[in-house]
Nanobody
């Protein structure tokens, strides 16, 4: 069974930093794009950052220059380094990955369970 397991959320003051981690567990063939989304109460889930296998990255305008996504393809890990955090970054953060379980199968989106990030004075 394929699972995405996140860690690293928590409570931090404005200006602080957190690093989120997400590992893919289970037997798979390949992972394409991996990314982080977030959802604040009353808001839709939005893309925060994503990265391809070959290193291309994309960021939401609101986090550019503050957040950095990185991957360890060998360990099936994706990280989100969050610096200069603001109260508006408060949300549940979800890991996402496009995964092919077998070389001949289609690619499907998988999601983690979410980790809470709270930025408050």
């Amino acid at each position: 069974q394929v699972q995405l397991v996140e860690s690293g959320g928590g409570l931090v003051q404005p200006g602080g930093s957190l690093r989120l981690s997400c590992v893919v567990s289970g037997s798979i063939s390949s992972i394409n794009a991996m990314g982080w989304y977030r959802q604040a109460p009353g808001n839709q889930r939005e893309l925060v950052a994503s990265g391809t296998r070959v290193g291309s990255t994309k960021y939401a305008d609101s986090v550019k220059g503050r957040f950095t996504i990185s991957r360890d393809n060998a360990k099936k890990l994706v990280y989100l380094q969050m610096d200069s955090l603001k109260p508006e970054d408060t949300a549940v953060y979800y890991c996402n990955a496009g995964i092919r379980k077998f070389w001949y199968s289609d690619e499907y989106d998988y999601w983690g369970q979410g980790t809470q990030v709270t930025v408050v004075s």
